[in-house]
């Protein structure tokens, strides 16, 4: 009685021991997974040789020691493969060799509503390529990776990765069945499209004055050699494209380094209510030119935020002088400070610039912060614009912790509005 005692109480610390070992190497691979260190078919394998060292330790127990307690039992439940499976953040789904589902877990669920245990996965999954690529994996093939578009309700690109599942010594090896591991390609492609579509927009941006500076260039090199007139006129324009590739490379050289540094908060204090004056006594003579009057209505007193004063005052410049120069027809410009309390208790300020133009199309809102995105090409050009504006405004303001919002109607004008955090009791630096 008592050796059975003993046998008992060592099986059991090897257990626990077995257990931790194996949560452990399931919690390891799990984060040497999400951090690439190891590939899928790797992790997969790892977690399937954990389960099976499992329930060969269980099946090591002696014949009469198969009593199971209510803690174990839990213990085994919070530590097993289905724990593990729906640990895991990306879609997996095991299959039996007739394609039917075993199990899945809960982001499988979430990306293919129909999934249910014991029917066939052709019900939920409507990708031949996938299905094809299963039957070859379960008939004995390797395990391959299939690549498809899912349409509805949104187009995204995923990649499924079909590994085969072996069945228990003694069959022969036959095939139990797969696991189906998604991986969402899409925000990978959309990032590969707008790092092309940058690259091409900065190419052709940079291109442009270059080729009118290189004509302009062989013009007074040849027949205008001694042509006075045309040299100042030629000179002129030259000196403007010049200008234009300037501002171009120093947007992208800040926009470069907005976004190196958009995850450190700024540690300055800016009163916004002073940098706005002294900004739109800076812009009265643009404005005057283009006879647009520039209202300012500001709370008294001062509103501190925390923030890098030349980075706020690039915001506010680029949309009041966004304002004014597309929103000229108008005739004005407002410029509004208000003061709230959020959600959470903390205080805020928004800044709301908006003009009284033509406006946006509602089918250009969501792109007007994107690198390179006009509504007007021709216009945006013609006023000096880069492209890049917006999309600079964007990047400080997150890394103020701030938020930028854009509102317009066709014929009634557009509102920027830009929202920071409110620092209370501290003064101006």
Not at 143 to 170: D, K, N, Q
Not at 260 to 289: F, W, Y
Not at 367 to 395: N, W
Request: contains cysteine; hydrophobic residues 45%; glycine residues 10%.
């Amino acid at each position: 009685m008592i050796e059975t005692t003993k046998n008992s109480l060592r099986l059991s610390a090897n257990a626990i021991a077995l257990r931790t070992a194996g949560l452990s190497c399931a919690i390891f691979t799990l984060a040497a997974l999400a951090g690439g260190v190891v590939g899928v078919w790797t992790a997969l394998a790892a977690l399937a040789s954990l389960a099976v060292a499992g329930l060969a330790f269980r099946d090591r127990r002696p014949p009469g020691d198969r009593a199971v307690t209510i803690s174990e039992r839990s213990e085994q439940q919070a530590f097993g493969p289905a724990a593990v499976l729906a640990a895991l953040p990306d879609p997996v789904i095991i299959v039996n060799r007739r394609g039917l589902v075993v199990d899945a877990n809960r982001a499988a669920t979430a990306v293919l509503p129909g999934l249910r245990n014991g029917h066939p996965l052709s019900l939920a999954l409507r990708a031949p390529d996938v299905l094809d690529g299963l039957e070859r994996v379960v008939k004995g093939g390797e395990a391959e990776a299939v690549e498809f578009v899912e349409r509805v309700p949104v187009e995204r690109a995923l990649e499924v990765h079909i590994a085969p599942l072996t069945g228990e010594a003694g069959n022969d090896g036959a095939r139990a069945g797969a696991a189906l591991y998604f991986r969402d390609l899409t925000p990978a492609r959309r990032l590969e499209h707008m790092r092309v579509d940058f690259v091409a927009n900065a190419s052709h941006e940079l291109r442009t004055p270059l080729a009118s500076l290189m004509g302009f260039i062989e013009t007074l090199q040849g027949p205008a050699r001694n042509d006075e007139a045309a040299r100042e006129r030629f000179l002129a324009i030259m000196r403007e494209q010049a200008q234009r590739m300037a501002r171009l490379i120093d947007d992208l050289l800040s926009l470069s380094r907005i976004e190196l540094s958009v995850h450190v908060q700024p540690t300055g204090i800016v009163d916004v209510v002073a940098l706005l004056r002294h900004l739109i006594d800076a812009l009265l003579p643009l404005a005057r030119e283009r006879g647009v009057e520039i209202a300012l209505d500001v709370p008294e007193g001062s509103v501190n935020v925390r923030g890098e004063r030349d980075e706020l005052l690039r915001v506010f410049e680029n949309l009041i002088e966004n304002a004014v120069k597309y929103g000229e027809s108008g005739g004005r410009v407002d410029v509004r400070v208000t003061t709230a309390t959020r959600p959470d208790g903390a205080g805020a300020v928004s800044v709301e610039v908006r003009d009284y133009g033509p406006g946006i199309a509602p089918e250009h809102l969501p792109r007007l912060t994107e690198r390179f995105y006009r509504v007007d090409v021709a216009a945006s050009r013609g006023k000096g614009g880069t492209g890049l504006g917006l999309a600079i405004v964007k990047h400080i303001v997150m890394r103020h912790r701030g938020q930028l919002s854009i509102a317009s109607e066709v014929g009634k004008g557009a509102s920027f509005t830009v929202t920071l955090p409110v620092l209370v009791g501290e003064s101006r630096k």
